[in-house]
């Protein structure tokens, strides 16, 4: 019964007859999530994988306490996952499990999602960190707590955090509050201090995302009566929203500034496979202005921004093999793209990810393109966006991995050489 309602759901889900992939994946999975979450929660950790359909990605589901040990089990169950969104629902826990569990989440690039109503806390928190993309469903709880001062274990968490790719402001924030008090995370102080998340909603004409500002709070709202349409509202200013797929825009970031508060919202674009649209927006005491053109758009799925004084510095990631940047100033934003060094190379936490993806390829029944396609099927939308950056390139990663699975053997150097330039 579960799974016929999951198909009824995946079914809803599709766009002008268009089976979603890559992100739209991702999104329309939380109704899985919020259904076979129903059950009570286990009192240990229970990690179990609903595989895959042609519809959507694998579902990974934790529930309960993580233990230490819970990072091999999680390794183990996930092994053979090419692509993959975990659900979490657990209060407490090891953080070393919680740890261990997020570096196999980046390792892979699953996304994350605490479902509504659910709870995700200390060592769970840890790991959903990890996402590649970090949803949190509407009541969802997250929260972290660290050990106060400097210490063992704020140290570790602080270098997990920092391979996540956590500016220095989301550490502080995330280790720094008193070890016998958790930190609820708050979407507009997790988005200053540098956490991305997404907000999902299941309520009708409800509001997705209302973010406070020092001025009063920016709301953004999905409108029903049409599929994929919504607002982003301050006072009585309202900018329209269209999307290809239903509204779930994510808060990237906040600053402050001196000409007001600086917000940089995302969602989906309006066209299928589009880059994500993106609104950098002025907010003061009496207005909501739009300050950066179309141009300000990521295509390969890097975005972070630094504040320096009243200057915010934007990393957009690479466009057309170039990398791309971002300053905002005096009330205007600017931006630039510059030639990548001759001898450019793939950045290393890309290139990590690559290479785990081809030492699969060893395993492989067939060799064909029919099962290298196959395999990678989910891969995708990665495989364009690593495409705007140096170096890579689909057809030779096809090539290594039809010699790799021919030869049945693997060797890191050569591997990376071709597919990452170093």
Known sequence: MVERQVQLLFQRGKTG??????????????????????????????????????????????EGPLLRKDGDQFAT?????????????????????????????SRKRFSTVVPDGRRCASACALAWLAGVERFIGANAGIRFHGDGEASTGNAIVGAYLTKMGLPS????????????????????DAAEHGVRITLLSSMAKETMVS???????????????????????YRNQQIEIISAEPVHPSLEGIFKVREGDL???????AEIGAPATYYVLLVDQDTMTQVASSKFQVLDGTFKGIQRDD??????????????????????????????????????NECATVLNMIATCVRLAKCNEEGILGRFRANQT????LEEMPVFTTR???????????????????????????
């Open 17 to 62: 007859g268009v089976e979603p992939t890559g992100r739209d994946s991702m999104l329309l999975l939380v109704p899985l999530a919020l259904i076979l979450l129903t059950a009570a929660p286990t009192l240990a950790a229970s990690i179990r994988v609903e595989p895959p359909t042609p519809e959507r990605p694998s579902a990974v589901m934790v």
């Open 77 to 105: 169950k996930t092994a053979l996952l090419g692509s993959a969104i975990v659900s979490f629902n657990s209060d407490s826990g090891s953080s070393v499990g919680g740890v261990r569990i997020g570096e196999v989440i």
């Open 382 to 385: 990665y495989f364009r966006k």
């Open 169 to 188: 402001e989301a550490i502080y924030y995330i280790t720094h509050s008193a070890p016998d008090h958790l930190q609820w995370l708050n979407i507009s």
């Open 211 to 233: 973010i406070p500002t020092r001025y009063g709070n920016v709301s953004v709202t999905r409108d029903f009566s049409e599929c994929c349409s919504g607002y982003i509202s």
């Open 311 to 348: 200057d915010v510095y934007f990393d957009l990631g690479f466009e057309d093999k170039k990398k791309k940047t971002a300053i905002y100033r005096n009330g205007t934003i600017e931006v630039a793209l510059r030639s990548a060094e001759p001898k450019g190379t793939l950045p290393k």
């Open 396 to 422: 030779k990663f096809y090539e290594a991995c039809t010699d790799i699975c021919t030869a049945k053997s693997y060797r890191v150097r050569p591997a990376r050489t071709v597919l990452c330039g170093y």
């Open 263 to 269: 917000l940089v919202i995302s969602s989906p674009s």
